[in-house]
Protein backbone atom coordinates (compact mmCIF):
# COMPACT_ATOMS: atom_id res chain seq x y z
CA UNK A 1 0.00 0.00 0.00
CA UNK A 2 3.02 2.35 0.77
CA UNK A 3 4.41 1.54 -2.65
CA UNK A 4 0.77 2.61 -4.57
CA UNK A 5 0.62 5.65 -2.37
CA UNK A 6 4.51 7.03 -2.81
CA UNK A 7 3.61 5.98 -6.80
CA UNK A 8 0.16 8.11 -6.66
CA UNK A 9 2.20 10.86 -4.85
CA UNK A 10 5.01 10.83 -7.64
CA UNK A 11 1.67 10.56 -10.20
CA UNK A 12 0.62 13.90 -8.97
CA UNK A 13 3.67 16.01 -8.68
CA UNK A 14 4.91 14.63 -12.03
CA UNK A 15 1.54 15.85 -13.58
CA UNK A 16 2.08 19.55 -11.69
CA UNK A 17 5.34 19.85 -13.29
CA UNK A 18 4.05 18.84 -16.61
CA UNK A 19 1.84 21.33 -16.81
CA UNK A 20 4.03 24.08 -15.57
CA UNK A 21 6.18 22.99 -18.33
CA UNK A 22 3.56 23.83 -20.70
CA UNK A 23 1.75 26.73 -18.97
CA UNK A 24 5.38 28.46 -19.27
CA UNK A 25 6.13 27.41 -22.66
CA UNK A 26 2.65 28.80 -23.86
CA UNK A 27 3.31 31.48 -21.84
CA UNK A 28 6.59 32.57 -23.32
CA UNK A 29 5.50 32.29 -27.05
CA UNK A 30 1.59 33.10 -27.86
CA UNK A 31 2.21 36.54 -27.17
CA UNK A 32 -0.91 38.83 -26.11
CA UNK A 33 -4.16 36.73 -26.30
CA UNK A 34 -6.11 40.30 -26.07
CA UNK A 35 -4.57 41.28 -29.23
CA UNK A 36 -4.87 38.33 -30.91
CA UNK A 37 -7.95 37.94 -30.18
CA UNK A 38 -9.61 41.73 -30.96
CA UNK A 39 -7.39 41.57 -34.53
CA UNK A 40 -7.84 44.74 -36.11
CA UNK A 41 -10.55 45.96 -33.57
CA UNK A 42 -8.01 47.03 -30.98
CA UNK A 43 -8.13 50.11 -29.19
CA UNK A 44 -5.60 50.53 -25.82
CA UNK A 45 -8.41 50.96 -24.14
CA UNK A 46 -10.49 47.99 -25.47
CA UNK A 47 -7.26 46.00 -25.02
CA UNK A 48 -6.59 46.89 -21.28
CA UNK A 49 -10.52 46.20 -20.19
CA UNK A 50 -9.85 42.33 -22.18
CA UNK A 51 -6.79 42.28 -20.31
CA UNK A 52 -8.72 42.84 -17.10
CA UNK A 53 -11.09 40.72 -18.24
CA UNK A 54 -9.24 37.54 -18.51
CA UNK A 55 -7.13 38.68 -15.77
CA UNK A 56 -3.47 38.61 -18.14
CA UNK A 57 -2.37 41.85 -15.55
CA UNK A 58 -2.28 39.47 -12.91
CA UNK A 59 1.42 38.17 -12.05
CA UNK A 60 2.81 34.42 -13.65
CA UNK A 61 2.67 32.74 -11.03
CA UNK A 62 -0.95 33.64 -9.84
CA UNK A 63 -2.20 33.04 -13.16
CA UNK A 64 -0.91 29.38 -13.40
CA UNK A 65 -2.54 28.80 -9.93
CA UNK A 66 -5.54 29.73 -11.18
CA UNK A 67 -5.40 28.20 -14.33
CA UNK A 68 -4.70 24.83 -12.60
CA UNK A 69 -7.59 25.15 -10.12
CA UNK A 70 -9.64 25.84 -13.04
CA UNK A 71 -8.28 22.51 -14.66
CA UNK A 72 -9.77 20.92 -11.58
CA UNK A 73 -12.86 22.67 -11.99
CA UNK A 74 -13.22 21.90 -15.39
CA UNK A 75 -12.81 26.01 -16.42
CA UNK A 76 -10.47 26.22 -18.77
CA UNK A 77 -11.13 29.73 -20.39
CA UNK A 78 -12.21 30.22 -23.71
CA UNK A 79 -10.96 28.84 -27.13
CA UNK A 80 -9.42 31.83 -29.03
CA UNK A 81 -10.71 30.85 -32.48
CA UNK A 82 -14.83 29.12 -31.39
CA UNK A 83 -15.37 31.27 -29.17
CA UNK A 84 -16.01 28.86 -26.77
CA UNK A 85 -15.36 27.59 -23.06
CA UNK A 86 -12.09 25.01 -24.01
CA UNK A 87 -13.98 22.26 -21.78
CA UNK A 88 -17.66 22.12 -23.67
CA UNK A 89 -15.61 21.65 -27.06
CA UNK A 90 -12.65 19.19 -26.01
CA UNK A 91 -15.28 17.12 -23.86
CA UNK A 92 -17.12 15.52 -26.48
CA UNK A 93 -13.84 14.82 -28.55
CA UNK A 94 -11.62 13.38 -25.48
CA UNK A 95 -14.58 10.71 -25.46
CA UNK A 96 -14.37 9.56 -29.37
CA UNK A 97 -10.63 9.74 -29.09
CA UNK A 98 -10.62 7.63 -25.51
CA UNK A 99 -12.52 4.83 -27.61
CA UNK A 100 -10.44 4.65 -30.39
CA UNK A 101 -7.21 3.90 -28.05
CA UNK A 102 -8.97 1.60 -25.61
CA UNK A 103 -10.35 -0.19 -28.74
CA UNK A 104 -7.02 -0.30 -30.18
CA UNK A 105 -5.44 -1.16 -26.97
CA UNK A 106 -7.75 -4.25 -26.36
CA UNK A 107 -7.00 -5.61 -29.82
CA UNK A 108 -3.10 -5.23 -29.30
CA UNK A 109 -3.16 -7.20 -26.64
CA UNK A 110 -5.45 -9.76 -27.44
CA UNK A 111 -3.63 -10.30 -30.72
CA UNK A 112 0.07 -9.56 -29.61
CA UNK A 113 0.31 -11.96 -26.87
CA UNK A 114 -0.26 -15.42 -28.45
CA UNK A 115 1.50 -14.55 -31.91
CA UNK A 116 4.36 -13.74 -29.79
CA UNK A 117 4.03 -17.15 -28.02
CA UNK A 118 3.42 -18.57 -31.30
CA UNK A 119 6.06 -16.87 -33.49
CA UNK A 120 8.88 -18.24 -30.80
CA UNK A 121 8.09 -21.65 -31.33
CA UNK A 122 9.61 -21.24 -35.07
CA UNK A 123 13.09 -19.92 -33.50
CA UNK A 124 15.74 -21.77 -35.58
CA UNK A 125 13.42 -22.97 -38.56
CA UNK A 126 13.59 -21.47 -42.32
CA UNK A 127 10.39 -19.34 -41.11
CA UNK A 128 12.53 -17.36 -38.79
CA UNK A 129 13.71 -14.88 -41.31
CA UNK A 130 10.14 -14.36 -43.03
CA UNK A 131 8.74 -14.18 -39.75
CA UNK A 132 11.27 -11.56 -38.85
CA UNK A 133 10.97 -9.49 -42.18
CA UNK A 134 6.75 -9.46 -41.76
CA UNK A 135 7.45 -8.27 -38.48
CA UNK A 136 9.54 -5.50 -40.13
CA UNK A 137 6.99 -4.88 -42.66
CA UNK A 138 3.96 -4.18 -40.26
CA UNK A 139 6.69 -1.76 -38.36
CA UNK A 140 7.53 0.02 -41.28
CA UNK A 141 3.96 0.83 -42.71
CA UNK A 142 3.14 3.98 -41.44
CA UNK A 143 -0.60 4.04 -39.71
CA UNK A 144 -1.76 7.10 -41.83
CA UNK A 145 -1.12 4.96 -45.19
CA UNK A 146 -2.77 1.69 -44.20
CA UNK A 147 -5.72 3.78 -42.81
CA UNK A 148 -5.68 4.94 -46.51
CA UNK A 149 -5.62 1.81 -47.88
CA UNK A 150 -8.67 1.04 -45.77
CA UNK A 151 -10.83 3.43 -46.52
CA UNK A 152 -10.43 3.02 -49.94
CA UNK A 153 -10.44 -1.31 -49.54
CA UNK A 154 -13.38 -1.06 -46.32
CA UNK A 155 -14.51 2.66 -47.34
CA UNK A 156 -15.34 3.15 -51.17
CA UNK A 157 -15.04 -0.34 -52.51
CA UNK A 158 -16.50 -2.62 -50.08
CA UNK A 159 -18.71 0.44 -48.25
CA UNK A 160 -18.62 -0.91 -44.87
CA UNK A 161 -18.32 2.39 -43.59
CA UNK A 162 -18.24 6.39 -44.99
CA UNK A 163 -14.64 7.54 -44.60
CA UNK A 164 -14.48 11.21 -43.28
CA UNK A 165 -18.17 10.87 -41.71
CA UNK A 166 -18.01 10.11 -38.47
CA UNK A 167 -21.35 8.73 -37.15
CA UNK A 168 -22.44 10.08 -33.91
CA UNK A 169 -21.08 7.96 -30.86
CA UNK A 170 -24.13 8.21 -28.79
CA UNK A 171 -26.62 8.11 -31.17
CA UNK A 172 -25.17 5.30 -33.54
CA UNK A 173 -22.80 3.59 -31.21
CA UNK A 174 -23.09 0.46 -33.93
CA UNK A 175 -22.15 2.43 -36.26
CA UNK A 176 -19.73 4.75 -34.93
CA UNK A 177 -17.83 1.31 -33.72
CA UNK A 178 -17.31 -0.13 -37.19
CA UNK A 179 -15.82 3.19 -38.13
CA UNK A 180 -13.46 3.16 -35.01
CA UNK A 181 -12.57 -0.54 -35.71
CA UNK A 182 -10.99 -0.05 -38.82
CA UNK A 183 -9.09 2.99 -37.43
CA UNK A 184 -7.86 1.24 -34.35
CA UNK A 185 -6.61 -1.74 -36.39
CA UNK A 186 -4.03 0.56 -38.79
CA UNK A 187 -3.00 2.69 -35.07
CA UNK A 188 -2.43 -1.03 -34.01
CA UNK A 189 -0.52 -2.69 -36.30
CA UNK A 190 2.71 -1.32 -35.63
CA UNK A 191 2.39 -1.41 -32.02
CA UNK A 192 1.61 -5.22 -32.26
CA UNK A 193 4.40 -6.37 -34.44
CA UNK A 194 6.18 -4.08 -31.54
CA UNK A 195 4.96 -6.01 -28.79
CA UNK A 196 5.77 -9.62 -30.76
CA UNK A 197 9.02 -8.85 -30.74
CA UNK A 198 9.65 -7.79 -27.14
CA UNK A 199 7.63 -10.59 -26.03
CA UNK A 200 9.80 -12.61 -27.99
CA UNK A 201 12.69 -11.62 -27.07
CA UNK A 202 11.77 -11.54 -23.11
CA UNK A 203 10.40 -15.06 -23.57
CA UNK A 204 13.49 -16.22 -25.27
CA UNK A 205 15.79 -14.69 -22.67
CA UNK A 206 13.90 -16.04 -20.00
CA UNK A 207 14.09 -19.70 -21.79
CA UNK A 208 17.58 -19.43 -21.24
CA UNK A 209 17.49 -19.05 -17.03
CA UNK A 210 18.78 -21.52 -14.79
CA UNK A 211 15.18 -22.58 -13.55
CA UNK A 212 14.00 -23.07 -16.72
CA UNK A 213 16.96 -26.06 -18.00
CA UNK A 214 16.22 -27.00 -14.41
CA UNK A 215 12.55 -27.84 -15.10
CA UNK A 216 13.34 -29.15 -18.13
CA UNK A 217 16.14 -31.66 -16.74
CA UNK A 218 13.27 -32.84 -14.51
CA UNK A 219 11.61 -34.09 -16.81
CA UNK A 220 8.76 -31.56 -17.08
CA UNK A 221 7.52 -30.72 -20.77
CA UNK A 222 9.14 -27.96 -22.72
CA UNK A 223 5.46 -26.03 -23.39
CA UNK A 224 4.39 -26.70 -19.86
CA UNK A 225 7.70 -24.65 -18.81
CA UNK A 226 6.88 -21.78 -21.31
CA UNK A 227 3.02 -21.47 -20.29
CA UNK A 228 3.55 -22.46 -16.06
CA UNK A 229 6.74 -20.49 -15.25
CA UNK A 230 8.36 -18.36 -18.39
CA UNK A 231 4.92 -16.44 -19.59
CA UNK A 232 4.23 -15.21 -15.80
CA UNK A 233 8.09 -14.14 -15.16
CA UNK A 234 7.73 -12.42 -18.60
CA UNK A 235 4.51 -10.83 -17.28
CA UNK A 236 5.97 -7.57 -15.99
CA UNK A 237 7.78 -6.94 -19.31
CA UNK A 238 4.64 -6.93 -21.12
CA UNK A 239 2.83 -5.19 -18.74
CA UNK A 240 5.21 -2.11 -18.92
CA UNK A 241 5.60 -2.44 -22.53
CA UNK A 242 1.83 -2.61 -22.82
CA UNK A 243 1.92 1.08 -20.41
CA UNK A 244 3.76 2.77 -22.80
CA UNK A 245 1.61 1.29 -26.01
CA UNK A 246 -1.19 2.97 -24.40
CA UNK A 247 0.83 5.95 -24.32
CA UNK A 248 2.27 5.46 -27.95
CA UNK A 249 -1.59 4.96 -29.22
CA UNK A 250 -2.34 8.67 -28.26
CA UNK A 251 0.15 9.86 -30.38
CA UNK A 252 -0.38 7.63 -33.04
CA UNK A 253 -4.37 8.33 -32.59
CA UNK A 254 -3.85 12.27 -34.10
CA UNK A 255 -2.54 10.86 -37.59
CA UNK A 256 -5.28 8.30 -38.14
CA UNK A 257 -8.22 10.55 -36.91
CA UNK A 258 -6.87 12.62 -39.45
CA UNK A 259 -7.51 9.97 -41.83
CA UNK A 260 -10.45 8.62 -40.92
CA UNK A 261 -11.95 11.51 -40.49
CA UNK A 262 -12.81 10.98 -36.94
CA UNK A 263 -13.28 14.08 -34.45
CA UNK A 264 -11.33 13.47 -31.88
CA UNK A 265 -8.99 15.08 -29.96
CA UNK A 266 -6.16 14.57 -32.16
CA UNK A 267 -7.73 16.56 -34.80
CA UNK A 268 -8.61 19.14 -32.91
CA UNK A 269 -5.29 19.46 -32.03
CA UNK A 270 -3.85 19.98 -34.81
CA UNK A 271 -6.63 21.91 -36.26
CA UNK A 272 -5.46 24.68 -32.93
CA UNK A 273 -2.08 24.35 -33.94
CA UNK A 274 -2.67 25.80 -37.23
CA UNK A 275 -4.98 28.20 -36.48
CA UNK A 276 -3.00 29.33 -33.45
CA UNK A 277 -5.52 28.46 -30.50
CA UNK A 278 -3.30 28.65 -27.58
CA UNK A 279 -5.33 27.46 -25.11
CA UNK A 280 -7.11 24.91 -26.69
CA UNK A 281 -3.76 23.11 -27.72
CA UNK A 282 -2.26 23.90 -24.21
CA UNK A 283 -5.40 22.40 -22.25
CA UNK A 284 -5.20 19.42 -24.98
CA UNK A 285 -1.33 18.74 -24.73
CA UNK A 286 -2.11 18.91 -20.74
CA UNK A 287 -4.54 16.17 -20.97
CA UNK A 288 -2.65 13.76 -23.46
CA UNK A 289 0.65 14.80 -21.06
CA UNK A 290 -1.47 13.68 -18.41
CA UNK A 291 -2.82 10.52 -19.85
CA UNK A 292 0.83 9.35 -20.60
CA UNK A 293 1.63 9.76 -17.14
CA UNK A 294 -1.47 7.79 -15.98
CA UNK A 295 -0.46 4.92 -17.90
CA UNK A 296 2.83 4.97 -17.02
CA UNK A 297 1.75 5.02 -13.25
CA UNK A 298 -0.92 2.88 -13.96
CA UNK A 299 1.30 -0.27 -15.71
CA UNK A 300 3.27 -0.04 -12.32
CA UNK A 301 0.91 -0.09 -9.93
CA UNK A 302 -0.48 -3.77 -12.09
CA UNK A 303 3.44 -4.87 -11.59
CA UNK A 304 3.95 -4.52 -7.98
CA UNK A 305 0.53 -6.41 -7.80
CA UNK A 306 1.72 -9.07 -10.10
CA UNK A 307 5.31 -9.13 -9.24
CA UNK A 308 5.80 -9.74 -5.50
CA UNK A 309 9.72 -8.78 -5.75
CA UNK A 310 8.36 -5.36 -6.51
CA UNK A 311 5.99 -5.17 -3.44
CA UNK A 312 8.50 -6.10 -0.89
CA UNK A 313 10.72 -3.22 -1.52
CA UNK A 314 14.44 -3.75 -3.17
CA UNK A 315 13.36 -2.73 -7.13
CA UNK A 316 11.14 -0.30 -6.19
CA UNK B 1 38.35 -21.03 -38.35
CA UNK B 2 34.24 -19.72 -38.07
CA UNK B 3 32.76 -19.32 -41.19
CA UNK B 4 31.42 -15.81 -41.57
CA UNK B 5 27.71 -16.23 -42.40
CA UNK B 6 25.90 -13.69 -44.84
CA UNK B 7 24.35 -11.30 -42.75
CA UNK B 8 20.74 -11.60 -44.63
CA UNK B 9 18.93 -8.63 -43.19
CA UNK B 10 22.00 -6.42 -43.58
CA UNK B 11 22.82 -7.71 -47.07
CA UNK B 12 18.87 -6.92 -47.75
CA UNK B 13 18.25 -3.38 -46.10
CA UNK B 14 21.90 -2.01 -47.45
CA UNK B 15 20.09 -3.29 -51.20
CA UNK B 16 16.61 -1.96 -50.45
CA UNK B 17 17.91 1.65 -48.85
CA UNK B 18 20.95 1.83 -51.46
CA UNK B 19 18.53 1.93 -54.39
CA UNK B 20 16.00 4.21 -52.40
CA UNK B 21 18.87 6.65 -51.72
CA UNK B 22 20.26 6.09 -55.46
CA UNK B 23 16.70 7.02 -56.77
CA UNK B 24 16.45 10.38 -54.49
CA UNK B 25 20.05 11.23 -55.25
CA UNK B 26 19.13 11.26 -58.92
CA UNK B 27 15.97 13.15 -58.42
CA UNK B 28 17.56 16.15 -57.22
CA UNK B 29 18.73 17.10 -60.63
CA UNK B 30 17.06 14.70 -62.86
CA UNK B 31 13.18 13.19 -62.59
CA UNK B 32 11.84 11.72 -66.41
CA UNK B 33 9.01 14.60 -66.03
CA UNK B 34 8.69 18.12 -64.36
CA UNK B 35 7.09 17.08 -60.93
CA UNK B 36 5.31 20.25 -61.08
CA UNK B 37 4.55 20.24 -65.27
CA UNK B 38 0.72 19.89 -65.63
CA UNK B 39 -0.42 18.57 -68.81
CA UNK B 40 -4.45 19.04 -69.17
CA UNK B 41 -4.46 15.85 -71.94
CA UNK B 42 -3.58 13.41 -69.47
CA UNK B 43 -5.12 13.82 -66.02
CA UNK B 44 -5.95 10.44 -63.76
CA UNK B 45 -3.58 7.94 -66.43
CA UNK B 46 -3.65 4.62 -64.74
CA UNK B 47 0.34 3.66 -63.84
CA UNK B 48 2.40 2.72 -67.52
CA UNK B 49 5.16 2.93 -68.83
CA UNK B 50 5.57 6.00 -69.96
CA UNK B 51 4.10 7.11 -66.15
CA UNK B 52 5.11 4.72 -63.58
CA UNK B 53 3.32 5.39 -60.91
CA UNK B 54 0.57 7.33 -63.32
CA UNK B 55 -0.66 10.75 -63.44
CA UNK B 56 -2.19 13.00 -60.91
CA UNK B 57 -5.60 15.15 -61.48
CA UNK B 58 -3.49 17.80 -63.29
CA UNK B 59 -1.47 15.08 -65.28
CA UNK B 60 1.47 15.63 -63.39
CA UNK B 61 4.32 12.61 -63.29
CA UNK B 62 3.75 10.86 -59.65
CA UNK B 63 6.76 9.20 -60.07
CA UNK B 64 8.78 12.09 -60.45
CA UNK B 65 6.76 13.62 -57.50
CA UNK B 66 7.54 10.65 -55.81
CA UNK B 67 10.88 10.42 -56.34
CA UNK B 68 11.44 13.96 -55.56
CA UNK B 69 9.24 14.31 -52.25
CA UNK B 70 11.49 11.51 -51.36
CA UNK B 71 14.57 13.73 -51.46
CA UNK B 72 12.90 15.99 -49.42
CA UNK B 73 12.20 13.23 -46.57
CA UNK B 74 15.21 11.59 -46.68
CA UNK B 75 17.41 15.16 -46.43
CA UNK B 76 14.80 16.06 -43.35
CA UNK B 77 14.87 12.70 -42.29
CA UNK B 78 19.09 12.85 -42.25
CA UNK B 79 19.28 15.99 -40.82
CA UNK B 80 16.91 15.52 -37.87
CA UNK B 81 19.16 12.21 -36.84
CA UNK B 82 22.04 13.88 -37.60
CA UNK B 83 21.08 17.19 -34.84
CA UNK B 84 19.44 14.49 -32.56
CA UNK B 85 23.00 12.03 -32.83
CA UNK B 86 25.02 14.90 -32.36
CA UNK B 87 23.41 16.74 -29.20
CA UNK B 88 22.23 13.21 -28.13
CA UNK B 89 25.84 12.18 -27.64
CA UNK B 90 27.49 14.74 -26.37
CA UNK B 91 24.42 15.06 -23.48
CA UNK B 92 25.17 11.59 -23.08
CA UNK B 93 28.58 11.38 -22.94
CA UNK B 94 29.22 14.14 -20.19
CA UNK B 95 26.27 13.10 -18.43
CA UNK B 96 27.79 9.31 -18.11
CA UNK B 97 31.41 9.70 -18.13
CA UNK B 98 31.39 12.75 -15.48
CA UNK B 99 27.94 11.84 -13.36
CA UNK B 100 27.09 13.98 -10.41
CA UNK B 101 24.10 16.10 -10.29
CA UNK B 102 23.73 17.40 -13.33
CA UNK B 103 23.69 13.84 -14.68
CA UNK B 104 20.87 13.02 -12.16
CA UNK B 105 18.61 15.97 -13.39
CA UNK B 106 19.35 15.75 -16.77
CA UNK B 107 18.19 12.16 -16.84
CA UNK B 108 15.29 12.67 -14.78
CA UNK B 109 14.12 15.29 -17.37
CA UNK B 110 14.74 12.22 -19.99
CA UNK B 111 12.87 9.99 -18.16
CA UNK B 112 9.55 12.75 -18.54
CA UNK B 113 10.36 13.09 -21.57
CA UNK B 114 11.17 9.89 -23.44
CA UNK B 115 7.64 9.08 -21.88
CA UNK B 116 6.09 11.12 -24.64
CA UNK B 117 5.24 9.91 -27.72
CA UNK B 118 7.70 11.43 -30.02
CA UNK B 119 5.02 12.95 -32.66
CA UNK B 120 3.02 14.83 -29.63
CA UNK B 121 5.86 15.94 -28.59
CA UNK B 122 7.02 17.35 -32.15
CA UNK B 123 3.83 18.74 -32.77
CA UNK B 124 4.15 20.97 -29.41
CA UNK B 125 7.59 21.88 -30.73
CA UNK B 126 6.02 22.51 -33.98
CA UNK B 127 3.59 24.91 -32.87
CA UNK B 128 5.84 26.83 -30.15
CA UNK B 129 8.51 27.74 -33.32
CA UNK B 130 5.60 28.15 -35.75
CA UNK B 131 4.38 25.20 -38.74
CA UNK B 132 4.64 25.26 -42.60
CA UNK B 133 8.21 25.68 -42.81
CA UNK B 134 11.02 22.85 -43.32
CA UNK B 135 13.63 24.18 -41.43
CA UNK B 136 10.99 24.16 -38.37
CA UNK B 137 10.51 20.73 -38.85
CA UNK B 138 13.67 19.91 -38.41
CA UNK B 139 14.53 21.89 -35.35
CA UNK B 140 11.36 20.40 -34.12
CA UNK B 141 12.03 16.57 -34.59
CA UNK B 142 15.71 16.91 -33.69
CA UNK B 143 15.03 18.83 -30.39
CA UNK B 144 12.45 15.43 -29.96
CA UNK B 145 14.80 13.03 -30.87
CA UNK B 146 18.08 14.13 -28.52
CA UNK B 147 16.57 12.51 -25.31
CA UNK B 148 16.51 8.51 -26.86
CA UNK B 149 20.01 9.63 -28.28
CA UNK B 150 21.11 10.61 -24.82
CA UNK B 151 19.73 7.70 -23.08
CA UNK B 152 21.34 5.44 -24.95
CA UNK B 153 25.21 7.02 -25.28
CA UNK B 154 24.66 7.76 -21.19
CA UNK B 155 24.47 4.40 -20.77
CA UNK B 156 27.48 3.14 -23.03
CA UNK B 157 29.73 6.06 -21.52
CA UNK B 158 28.70 4.92 -17.51
CA UNK B 159 29.82 1.50 -18.90
CA UNK B 160 32.95 2.19 -20.09
CA UNK B 161 34.20 4.75 -17.23
CA UNK B 162 35.50 2.56 -14.99
CA UNK B 163 36.48 -0.21 -17.33
CA UNK B 164 40.41 -0.81 -17.07
CA UNK B 165 41.92 0.55 -20.07
CA UNK B 166 39.93 4.18 -19.54
CA UNK B 167 41.81 4.02 -15.90
CA UNK B 168 44.94 3.46 -18.10
CA UNK B 169 44.09 6.19 -20.06
CA UNK B 170 43.75 8.16 -17.51
CA UNK B 171 46.67 7.84 -15.40
CA UNK B 172 49.02 8.16 -18.54
CA UNK B 173 47.69 11.70 -18.35
CA UNK B 174 45.25 12.12 -20.82
CA UNK B 175 42.58 14.97 -20.89
CA UNK B 176 39.23 14.36 -20.44
CA UNK B 177 38.05 15.23 -23.67
CA UNK B 178 40.46 13.00 -25.61
CA UNK B 179 39.48 10.20 -22.86
CA UNK B 180 35.99 10.59 -24.75
CA UNK B 181 36.64 10.98 -28.02
CA UNK B 182 39.42 9.14 -28.83
CA UNK B 183 39.06 5.91 -26.63
CA UNK B 184 35.36 5.71 -25.75
CA UNK B 185 32.95 6.95 -28.80
CA UNK B 186 34.66 4.32 -30.55
CA UNK B 187 32.96 1.55 -28.59
CA UNK B 188 29.97 3.26 -28.36
CA UNK B 189 29.34 2.98 -32.05
CA UNK B 190 27.70 -0.57 -31.16
CA UNK B 191 24.88 1.13 -29.15
CA UNK B 192 25.04 3.87 -31.46
CA UNK B 193 24.70 2.92 -35.02
CA UNK B 194 21.42 0.66 -34.25
CA UNK B 195 20.13 3.97 -32.31
CA UNK B 196 20.46 5.92 -35.75
CA UNK B 197 18.76 3.36 -37.24
CA UNK B 198 15.52 3.27 -35.43
CA UNK B 199 15.42 7.70 -34.99
CA UNK B 200 15.90 7.58 -38.88
CA UNK B 201 13.03 5.37 -39.23
CA UNK B 202 11.09 7.51 -36.84
CA UNK B 203 12.43 10.98 -38.34
CA UNK B 204 10.48 9.96 -41.53
CA UNK B 205 7.50 8.89 -40.16
CA UNK B 206 7.31 11.78 -37.87
CA UNK B 207 7.97 14.23 -41.05
CA UNK B 208 5.83 12.05 -42.97
CA UNK B 209 2.96 12.04 -40.53
CA UNK B 210 3.67 15.63 -39.95
CA UNK B 211 3.55 17.02 -43.16
CA UNK B 212 0.35 14.60 -44.02
CA UNK B 213 -1.84 16.79 -41.17
CA UNK B 214 -0.66 19.86 -43.28
CA UNK B 215 1.34 21.28 -40.18
CA UNK B 216 4.90 20.34 -42.01
CA UNK B 217 6.28 20.83 -44.96
CA UNK B 218 4.41 22.83 -47.31
CA UNK B 219 4.33 23.49 -51.07
CA UNK B 220 6.56 24.60 -53.16
CA UNK B 221 8.90 21.48 -50.80
CA UNK B 222 7.01 18.66 -51.35
CA UNK B 223 7.70 15.56 -49.10
CA UNK B 224 6.28 11.85 -49.15
CA UNK B 225 4.12 12.90 -46.37
CA UNK B 226 2.76 15.81 -48.19
CA UNK B 227 2.45 13.71 -51.17
CA UNK B 228 0.51 11.36 -49.33
CA UNK B 229 -2.38 13.98 -48.57
CA UNK B 230 -2.20 15.03 -51.65
CA UNK B 231 -3.38 11.78 -52.70
CA UNK B 232 -5.73 10.93 -49.83
CA UNK B 233 -8.31 13.94 -51.77
CA UNK B 234 -8.09 11.70 -55.07
CA UNK B 235 -8.23 8.06 -53.88
CA UNK B 236 -11.27 7.47 -55.05
CA UNK B 237 -10.15 8.67 -59.17
CA UNK B 238 -6.76 7.89 -58.85
CA UNK B 239 -5.89 4.95 -55.68
CA UNK B 240 -2.47 4.12 -57.47
CA UNK B 241 -1.35 7.90 -56.02
CA UNK B 242 -1.74 7.12 -52.56
CA UNK B 243 -0.09 3.45 -53.24
CA UNK B 244 2.23 4.11 -54.71
CA UNK B 245 3.56 7.00 -52.38
CA UNK B 246 2.66 5.03 -49.24
CA UNK B 247 4.78 2.00 -50.36
CA UNK B 248 7.56 3.81 -51.07
CA UNK B 249 7.26 5.54 -47.48
CA UNK B 250 7.22 1.68 -45.98
CA UNK B 251 9.46 0.14 -48.76
CA UNK B 252 11.83 2.69 -46.75
CA UNK B 253 11.44 2.60 -42.91
CA UNK B 254 11.35 -1.60 -43.84
CA UNK B 255 14.94 -1.14 -45.70
CA UNK B 256 16.59 0.35 -42.96
CA UNK B 257 14.63 -1.45 -40.35
CA UNK B 258 16.60 -4.55 -41.57
CA UNK B 259 19.72 -2.87 -41.79
CA UNK B 260 19.11 -2.06 -37.64
CA UNK B 261 17.96 -5.49 -37.40
CA UNK B 262 20.68 -7.05 -39.08
CA UNK B 263 23.64 -4.75 -37.17
CA UNK B 264 22.22 -6.24 -34.00
CA UNK B 265 22.57 -9.57 -34.88
CA UNK B 266 26.18 -8.86 -36.10
CA UNK B 267 26.34 -7.88 -32.81
CA UNK B 268 24.97 -10.81 -30.79
CA UNK B 269 27.15 -12.84 -32.82
CA UNK B 270 30.01 -11.21 -32.03
CA UNK B 271 29.86 -11.06 -28.53
Given at each position: MKYALKRNLMLVLTMVIVSFLTFLAFELISG????????????????????????????????????????????????????????????????????????????????????????????????????????????????????????????????????????????????????????????????????????????????????????????????????????????????????????????????????????????????????????????????????????????????????????????? | MKKRRINGYLLCGLIITGVLLLAALVGTFYTPFDPNAMNGAEKFQAPSFVHLFGTDNFGRDIFSRVVKGSGTTLAIALATVAIGAVVGTLVGAVTGYFGGVADDALMRLNDALTAFPSILLALLVISIVGPGNKYNVVLALGIVFIPSFARVTRTAFAGLRDVNYITSARLMGAKNGRILLVHMLPNTVRVLLPAITIGFNNAVLAEASMSFLGIGVTPPDASLGYLLSEAQDKLSRAPWYALCTGAVIALLVFGVGLIGEGLQKMDREVA
Open positions: DPAEAMLGTEATPERLAALREELGLNRPFLVRYASWLAGFASGDLGVSLHYRQPVWDLIAPKLEITLCLCLVSFALITVVSIPLAIWSYRWTGTVFEAVRTAFNQLCMAVPPFFTGILMSYLFGILLRLFVPGDFPDLRDQFGEALVHLFFAAVCLGIPRTAMTVRMMRSTVIGEMQKAYVRTAISRGNDRRAVLTRHVLKNSLTAAVTFLGQTMAELIGGSVVVEQVFGIPGLGRLLVYSISTRDYPVVQTVVVILAFWVVLAGTLADLINQRVDPRLRLGGAA | -
